[in-house]
Every structure is written in structure tokens, then in C-alpha cells.
């Protein structure tokens, strides 16, 4: 990739594992990006280490504390950068980093519900949009692209299922994120793997005993905590599924999910000439980080190319109601629309972070999801604020649900 001028990029989520991977890369290549903003949740230190890094011009914390503390330590350890940095106080903070204008592309790389009002934010500049954080399409796919086409915004898909089928599509589709057609060049249907996560084997009477410490105990990515007790429910290919369908502008019957315990291959799309191309990789998240950003060319990173000769077996097989749940819901309520996938996004966050704390079991994640979906009713939800409206009842009847 050879570029005169560099690439200015903010990072949303700088402080997590995507973020850590996504900052891996830019000083890989820092001589064709340069950050201009950084925002995280509340991890003061490592935020304290990126600056000195990546010497942004402006970095926000969603915490207030953390970025008061912030600004202290800097004051007091790098006058220089306590003068150059702007830092901005709170998730408005956040939204406005995400919005200014001063970045070329967005890697959106905050988990959950949160990530979304500074994406919606940072569409309106116009930027590429790097999109790691799946919840904000679950929760508003429609309106995100809509934004995305009225102001020239370019979405690509950062969780590497997406990218995969990403790469397995024509170019004519892969620059038209979310209005694809893919019937018109040939597409039978998407084919989205999952590694089953860590109970894929075990008796269904041992999901009575999972601990947290188990859950995020994944056999082959490693990942944020909230995203890994995701993959072990399989809520993760609930919300990968919902993804898929507005990234490829896809029906329900044009995605079918199947694991495939090795994740060797990341997904598939099926043609109806009978041939199925599939991309395939070490899971490391620099790959489909890399290509988001450097796209249409590819930036070489530190990952290793496949030694298939290591490669023993690529076994495939069809999820199981009794053991993931959750992701059946996912897909049923993709089928009925925005309001439903928002319900569930929010129900499935409250159920997690009750459960990563020990307020509940790992079976009692799906039943609070189940409770949320058969109380909320309407199904469709387009605007911001009906959205957000949505997200709010469900996480209230989530609590009451949790708290009983
Ligand atoms: P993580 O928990 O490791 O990191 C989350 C980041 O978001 C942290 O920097 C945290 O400080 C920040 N954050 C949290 N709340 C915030 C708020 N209110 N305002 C600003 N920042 C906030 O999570 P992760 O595993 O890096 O996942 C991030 C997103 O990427 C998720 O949506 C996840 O589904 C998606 N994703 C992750 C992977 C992976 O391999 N980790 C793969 C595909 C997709
Ligand atoms: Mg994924």
C-alpha cells in the first residue's frame, strides 16, 4: 500500500481487544496512518500509554473519573501532551471525538448498545466506517446504512465472519454495503461458521454448572469478556446472523449458520452454479482489521499464512436448539423486525453483565432474553429515539426479570 498522504483514523474502543489489535496495526504502519482521536470506556492507564503512542490530538473516556484522572497524570508526567491533547469528558465526549470530522476512517471497536450514537455520529462526517461493534447494526442496520448512503459514507465489516463474505463477493457488491443484490450476481446463500464456543461438546446437564471463568475460556479466539460468554450461548452468531442480513442486504433464507469447531474457515457464500467460495485464515483479528482499513489493498500484518499440512480435519455441523437458544432467538426475531433485534440486543447485555458478575446462571442468560422478547411488543423501530426508547424498556424488564 503506498500513500503520500496518511490516513488519519479514531479509534472507538481503543482500549480492548480489538482496539489493542487495531493499534498493533497502526504502528505496524504508521507511515500511512496517523490517529487523530481515541476514545475508551474508563481505562486510564492504558489510555495514559496509547497517548504517549500515538500522540493523538484528541482522546475521550466515557468515564468522567477515569478521564479526570487522565488529565492529572498527563499534567503531571508529559506537560508536552497535556497541552496538545484535547480531552473530552463522558459519552457525549465520545460522540463528538466520533463526529468532528477529523478522521479519514472510524474503527468502531465499542461493545455494545454504547458504541452506536458515536457511529451514527461519525457517518454524518462522511468517514469509512470500520465496524467491529455488531450491536449498533443489530440495533439500527437500516437507519445506519440510510445515513451511511445520504452521506457518502463508506461501511466495511471488521468481525471476521463479515469479512470473509466480504472477500467471497464481487467487487460490485462489496462496494455497496448494505444495498447488495445478491441474487443479480449469482448468490444461493451466505454460509456463516461458528466454532460452537467452549460448550459445543459438553452434556447439556454441565450447562447447569458454567461459570463465567469457563464461559470466556474460548477454544480459539481470544477476545473482550462480553463478546466471549456471546460466543459460548451463541448469541454472538444470533448477532453475527442479524449483522449479516443488512451488511449483504440479505432475506432470512439467503443466511444459514453452521459451526465449524476448528474456525479455519471464517464463512462462506454458495453460488448457484454449485460452486461455494470460502475464506480462509489463522483467527486473528488483524486480518479483517487490516483489510477494513488499507481496502481496496490488503496491509501486511504479523499474521501467519495457514500451514494446512498442520491442519488435520474442517468438521462441520448443524447448531442444536436445547444447547443454543440463543441464537434461534436471534434469528426469529431478526424475522420480525428492528424492534425486536434491539430488545433482544439490550436483554442479552443486562443477562451477561448479571452473569459475568454471578447474579445469575448461564442458562438464565436465554431465559431472560426469552422473558424480554415475549413482553415487548411492535416490531418495527427505525429512528434514533425510538430505538433508544426500546433499548431502554427492554433492559428495564431484563433488571425486574434478573432482580425477582
Ligand atoms: P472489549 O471489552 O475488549 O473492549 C471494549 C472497548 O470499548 C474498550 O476499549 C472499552 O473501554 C470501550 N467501551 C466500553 N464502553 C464504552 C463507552 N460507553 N464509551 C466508550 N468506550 C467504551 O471488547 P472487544 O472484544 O474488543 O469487542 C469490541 C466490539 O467488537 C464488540 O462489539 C464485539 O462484538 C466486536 N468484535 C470483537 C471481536 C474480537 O475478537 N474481540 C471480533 C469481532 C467483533
Ligand atoms: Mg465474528
Known amino acids: 500500500m503506498s500513500q503520500c498522504k496518511r490516513q488519519k483514523?479514531?479509534?472507538l474502543g481503543a482500549t480492548g481487544s480489538i482496539g489493542d489489535a487495531t493499534c498493533d496495526l497502526l504502528e505496524l504502519h504508521s507511515d500511512e496512518f496517523e490517529v487523530h482521536?481515541?476514545?475508551?470506556?474508563?481505562?486510564c492507564d492504558r489510555m495514559f500509554e496509547l497517548i504517549k503512542k500515538f500522540k493523538p490530538a484528541r482522546v475521550a473516556m466515557s468515564d468522567a473519573m477515569a478521564a479526570n484522572k487522565l488529565m492529572?497524570?498527563?499534567?503531571?508526567?508529559?506537560?508536552?501532551?497535556?497541552?496538545?491533547?484535547?480531552?473530552?469528558?463522558?459519552?457525549?465526549?465520545?460522540?463528538?471525538?466520533?463526529?468532528?470530522?477529523?478522521a479519514d476512517m472510524v474503527v468502531g471497536a465499542i461493545v455494545g448498545a454504547a458504541g452506536l450514537k458515536p457511529l451514527l455520529n461519525a457517518i454524518k462526517t462522511g468517514c469509512r466506517i470500520c465496524l467491529a461493534n455488531k450491536e449498533a447494526l443489530v440495533m439500527s442496520g437500516q437507519l445506519f446504512f440510510d445515513m451511511a448512503a445520504k452521506h457518502g459514507s463508506q461501511v466495511l465489516p471488521?468481525?471476521?465472519?463479515?469479512?470473509?463474505?466480504?472477500?467471497?463477493?464481487?467487487?460490485?457488491?462489496?462496494?455497496?454495503?448494505?444495498?447488495?443484490?445478491?441474487?443479480?450476481?449469482?448468490?444461493?446463500?451466505?454460509l456463516l461458521t461458528g466454532s460452537g464456543g467452549p460448550f459445543l461438546n459438553c452434556d447439556l446437564a454441565e450447562l447447569d454448572n458454567v461459570t463465567p471463568e469457563k464461559a470466556v475460556n474460548h477454544p480459539v479466539w481470544s477476545m473482550g469478556p462480553k463478546i466471549s460468554v456471546d460466543s459460548a450461548t451463541m448469541m454472538n452468531k444470533a448477532l453475527e446472523y442479524i449483522e449479516a442480513r443488512y451488511l449483504f442486504n440479505a432475506s432470512s433464507d439467503q443466511v444459514k449458520v453452521i459451526i465449524h469447531p476448528q474456525s479455519v474457515i471464517h464463512s462462506m457464500v454458495s453460488y448457484e452454479d454449485g460452486a461455494v467460495l470460502a475464506q480462509l485464515g489463522q483467527p486473528d483479528m488483524k486480518t479483517p482489521i487490516g483489510l477494513a482499513m488499507a481496502y481496496p489493498n490488503r496491509m501486511t500484518t504479523s499474521v501467519q499464512s495457514i500451514d494446512f499440512t498442520k491442519i488435520s480435519q474442517l468438521?462441520?455441523?448443524?447448531?442444536?436448539?436445547?444447547?443454543?437458544?440463543?441464537?434461534?432467538?436471534?434469528?426469529e426475531a431478526s424475522k420480525q423486525?428492528?424492534?425486536?433485534?434491539?430488545?433482544?440486543?439490550?436483554?442479552?447485555e443486562v443477562a451477561v453483565a448479571a452473569f459475568l458478575s454471578?447474579?445469575?446462571?448461564?442458562?438464565?442468560?436465554?431465559?431472560?432474553?426469552?422473558?424480554?422478547?415475549?413482553?415487548?411488543?411492535?416490531?418495527?423501530?427505525?429512528?434514533?429515539?425510538?430505538?433508544?426508547?426500546?433499548?431502554?424498556?427492554?433492559?428495564?424488564?431484563?433488571?425486574?426479570?434478573?432482580?425477582?
Do not use: W
Not at 318 to 331: A, D, S
Open 9 to 11: 483514523v479514531t479509534l
Open 37 to 43: 482521536g481515541l476514545a475508551a470506556g474508563g481505562n
Open 72 to 102: 492529572e497524570r498527563l499534567t503531571a508526567q508529559c506537560p508536552d501532551l497535556a497541552a496538545t491533547t484535547d480531552i473530552l469528558v463522558g459519552s457525549e465526549g465520545v460522540t463528538e471525538l466520533s463526529g468532528d470530522g477529523g
Open 158 to 190: 471488521v468481525d471476521s465472519e463479515h469479512s470473509a463474505i466480504f472477500q467471497c463477493l464481487p467487487p460490485s457488491e462489496q462496494s455497496r454495503m448494505g444495498t447488495c443484490d445478491l441474487a443479480s450476481v449469482g448468490v444461493k446463500e451466505i
Open 315 to 331: 468438521t462441520f455441523k448443524q447448531p442444536e436448539k436445547e444447547r443454543y437458544p440463543c441464537l434461534f432467538m436471534g434469528i
Open 337 to 348: 423486525g428492528q424492534a425486536m433485534t434491539t430488545a433482544l440486543n439490550a436483554a442479552n
Open 358 to 404: 454471578k447474579r445469575i446462571s448461564f442458562k438464565a442468560i436465554a431465559h431472560t432474553v426469552d422473558h424480554v422478547l415475549s413482553s415487548i411488543s411492535g416490531t418495527d423501530a427505525y429512528e434514533l429515539e425510538e430505538i433508544m426508547a426500546i433499548d431502554s424498556k427492554a433492559r428495564a424488564i431484563a433488571n425486574a426479570f434478573i432482580n425477582k
